[in-house]
């Protein structure tokens, strides 16, 4: 256990729905991230909130929403997904976006298939 | 692009063996980072070498890192079952935070 818990673990929607996955941190972190990982492909950075607020976007669609409450909780709003957005989501931790040197702390992550 | 990638992209070794992954990378970085990931679970964190650091060791790992090449390796020593895992460098380049970059890992399987 990494302290980093997600909800669902598993998720199956179809391209109308709506549907949020939730993180929830119990590290007293200040910076939380959004992961996407697909298939044969690297993980990509979806977002970035430090201290409740966001300092990354990177290039997102806005079919993927973001809402970060407080500093221990994140979600990802989902709507009018794609079959291409099937993938694993990852969220991490960190004690500060400090400018380097720190260790990210994952959750077991939301294993999301769009029909 | 692709800041971090690993070599090779899958590793399959008898239990016992030392397993070596390397990573290279293309700008200039504040740290590097190694992550192991099991079949469908999250990341966790192995080691973390500074960019003023040339090894580091921590039980049965291993990592160098060359920022003349601008690469890395992790060795694994007296490989265990428990070790096949996915294998992934991260870098951060320290300029915008604690940004990672990542590679897409070497897939590592240790026959018993």
């Known amino acids: 256990e990494t302290g980093v818990t997600q909800t669902p673990r598993h998720l199956v929607m179809g391209m109308t729905n709506k549907k949020s996955l939730k993180c929830e941190q119990h590290?007293?972190?200040?910076?939380m991230y959004w992961y996407k990982q697909s298939a044969k492909k690297p993980l990509e950075l979806m977002f970035v909130?430090?201290?409740?607020?966001?300092?990354e976007n990177n290039s997102v669609p806005s079919r993927f929403s973001p809402e970060c409450p407080n500093s221990s909780h994140l979600f990802l709003h989902l709507h009018t997904l794609q079959p291409e957005d099937s993938a694993l989501y990852l969220c991490?931790?960190?004690?500060?976006?400090?400018?380097?040197?720190?260790?990210?702390?994952f959750g077991p992550g939301t294993r999301l298939l769009v029909l | 692009s692709q800041q971090g990638e690993e070599d090779p992209q899958a590793l399959s070794i008898q239990e016992g063996e030392n397993a070596t992954m390397n990573c290279s990378y293309k700008?200039?970085?504040?740290?590097l980072q190694w992550y192991r990931q099991n079949s469908g679970r999250g990341l966790v964190h192995l080691i973390l070498?500074?960019?003023?650091?040339r090894e580091k060791h921590s039980g049965r790992l291993r990592v160098t890192l060359d920022t003349s090449k601008k690469s890395s390796s992790l060795l694994i020593t007296a490989s265990r079952a428990a070790d096949t895992a996915s294998y992934f460098c991260?870098?951060?380049?320290?300029?915008?935070?604690?940004?990672?970059?990542f590679g897409g890992g070497t897939r590592l399987m240790v026959k018993p």
């Open positions: 991490a931790s960190s004690p500060l976006l400090s400018g380097g040197g720190e260790t990210q702390y």
């Open positions: 590290l007293g972190h200040n910076a």
């Open positions: 909130y430090n201290f409740k607020e966001q300092t």
């Open positions: 700008t200039s970085i504040n740290n």
């Open positions: 070498i500074r960019s003023n650091e």
């Open positions: 991260a870098t951060d380049r320290g300029n915008a935070g604690n940004m990672l970059t």
